[in-house]
Structure formats: structure tokens, C-alpha cells
């Protein structure tokens, strides 16, 4: 498992560290003893940004942001299943996870008026009518449509960022977040409360939002596209993955009839939703 805080530690060691670290349990006094009989390979640089961090999330915490790791009641059971689980996580909103049944959605970020329109309609109609969560990466195009649809059906929806809590991306996002919070949904990140969007971070932001469901929904994918890879790696995690279909001379639908015709599930409307979501 990789931390944002110590790339190069053993799962084990990160987890017991930050445990101790965390407000309002061992003192510094007790921290120092524990560093020095046990983490001796720690530098004083690491022990003073696992100080800064400590501090940094008294604050947050008092704002509603909660870390949680694998030993947590609120951490993503699911997320256990997935081949690499993040070692510390942080949400802002209801831990809906462990209640129910979620299905992810990806897709393009230059969505056609026909996949909005198909959200809006045969996708809401489905989540309206379900006891479950949706799960998407905050993007423009397919994804926004997704937590729109789900904030319409009153229907929570989990938020997955490539950035920290404190830097929601897109920054168009925001101007969202209290209405996916008062809908029951949450924003959640495996990064640094304060990072910023980088390029390099979306591959584990995407595996998150994989491994977050039970199903996942592709709608509208050109080949070797983000959304395409996260489809196939959901089904080597061995998750459902269905697939709205597109005309063959539609470029931006070729990675989705790619996935067709490699054994993914097609999916016309809510009949086939509810079908996959029961396997």
C-alpha cells in the first residue's frame, strides 16, 4: 500500500505511525520514544512532515474532513477486494460505501447531447428507483452529468479527485459541492489534503473510482482513452462492466464497442441496469 506521506514505507509501518499520530492521541513525548525504539531508518525531515500533517488535520477535522485507513470502520470495504488499496484516505460527506451497492461511471468529457440525454433520462430514472450510490471523478462531460443525475434523484454520489479536498478539480466543481453534500454524497481523495492537480495522479484517482462499485458504466469512450483503460481494468479487478453502445463511425464510441465485443455487458436501459447490478 503507498501513503502520500511515505512512498518508500511498509504498509504496516505507515499505518501504526499515523494511528499514533493522529490528534488526541499519544503525546509528542511518547511519539519520540516509539520513533526511536522502533522507526530508527526515519529521518527527522519525515518526522517533521508527520508533524506538519498532524497539525494540518486538527484543522480539517474540525471542518468535516475525516482520514481514515484499512483498520477504520469507515474505510471502503470494497476498496479491500482491489489489488492496491491507498493507505490513508480522506472524505468531506456521508461514508456511504459500506451501506449499499455502487455503481461507477466514466466516459468522455466531450459528451454528446445523446449520452446527456441518456443520463438524464434512462440513468436517473434507474437510480431514483435504487437504494445505492454512484461514484464518478468530478470531470466535465460524462462525469458531471453523472453527479448532476444523482443529485436530481436524490441519490448520493461519491466524488473521486486527482487532487487534495482543499483544491477541488475542476474548479467548476465547486460551485456543486454543497448540493452533492446535502444529497447525502461525498468528496474523496487518496492525496494530501492541499495537493495539486497533476498529471501523474489521475491513473490511482481512476483505480479508485474501479474499485469503489460493484458495476461500472461506460458511456461514450474512444480508444486508449482514460475512460476506455479504467473499463478494462475493472474487469481484471473483476468487476461488471457494462457499455452504452454508439454508431461504429462515431470515433468517440469505438473504444465502447471495442469492450462489446470483447465479452462487456450492453446496456440499453434501466431493464439492463438493474440485471447487471443484481450479478
Given at each position: 500500500m ?10 504496516n ?27 530508527p ?21 474540525q ?43 466514466v466516459?468522455?468529457?466531450k459528451?454528446s ?5 441518456w ?28 453527479h ?34 446535502q444529497?447525502?454524497?461525498?468528496f ?5 489534503p ?32 482514460g ?19 454508439g ?15 470483447d ?17
Amino acid at each position: 500500500m503507498i501513503s502520500w506521506l511515505y512512498p518508500s514505507f511498509h504498509g504496516n509501518d505507515f499505518l501504526d505511525l499515523w494511528n499514533r499520530f493522529q490528534p488526541n492521541h499519544w503525546s509528542e513525548s511518547q511519539i519520540e520514544e516509539l520513533i526511536e525504539e522502533k522507526y530508527p531508518q526515519i529521518t527527522n525531515k519525515k518526522i517533521d512532515q508527520l508533524r506538519f500533517y498532524r497539525e494540518g488535520s486538527e484543522n480539517l477535522i474540525q471542518k468535516g474532513v475525516q482520514f481514515v485507513t484499512p483498520i477504520d470502520k469507515n474505510y471502503p470495504q470494497i476498496l479491500l477486494n482491489s489489488s492496491r488499496p491507498p493507505a490513508l484516505l480522506t472524505y468531506l460527506g456521508a461514508p456511504v460505501w459500506n451501506k449499499k451497492k455502487g455503481i461507477s461511471v466514466v466516459g468522455s468529457r466531450k459528451i454528446s447531447d445523446l449520452s446527456r440525454l441518456w443520463i438524464r433520462t434512462r440513468f436517473m430514472e434507474f437510480i431514483e428507483s435504487q437504494d445505492i450510490y454512484t461514484v464518478s471523478g468530478g470531470a466535465l462531460g460524462v462525469d458531471m452529468a453523472c453527479h448532476l443525475a444523482s443529485i436530481n434523484a436524490h441519490c448520493s454520489t461519491v466524488v473521486v479527485l486527482p487532487t487534495g479536498l482543499t483544491n477541488i478539480y475542476p474548479r467548476e466543481l465547486v460551485s456543486y459541492k454543497e448540493a452533492i453534500l446535502q444529497s447525502g454524497g461525498v468528496f474523496l481523495s487518496p492525496f494530501a489534503p492541499h495537493q495539486n492537480v497533476r498529471k501523474s495522479l489521475f491513473p490511482m484517482r481512476n483505480r479508485i473510482i474501479v474499485s469503489l462499485s460493484h458495476l461500472l458504466i461506460l458511456i461514450q469512450a474512444a480508444r486508449r482513452s482514460g475512460s476506455y483503460m479504467s473499463a478494462r481494468l475493472a474487469l481484471e479487478e473483476g468487476r461488471s462492466v457494462g457499455v452504452v453502445p454508439g454508431h461504429p463511425l462515431m470515433s468517440d464510441f469505438q473504444g465502447c464497442l471495442d469492450l462489446l465485443f470483447d465479452g462487456a455487458s450492453l446496456i440499453r436501459d434501466e431493464v439492463d441496469l438493474r440485471y447487471l447490478l443484481q450479478q
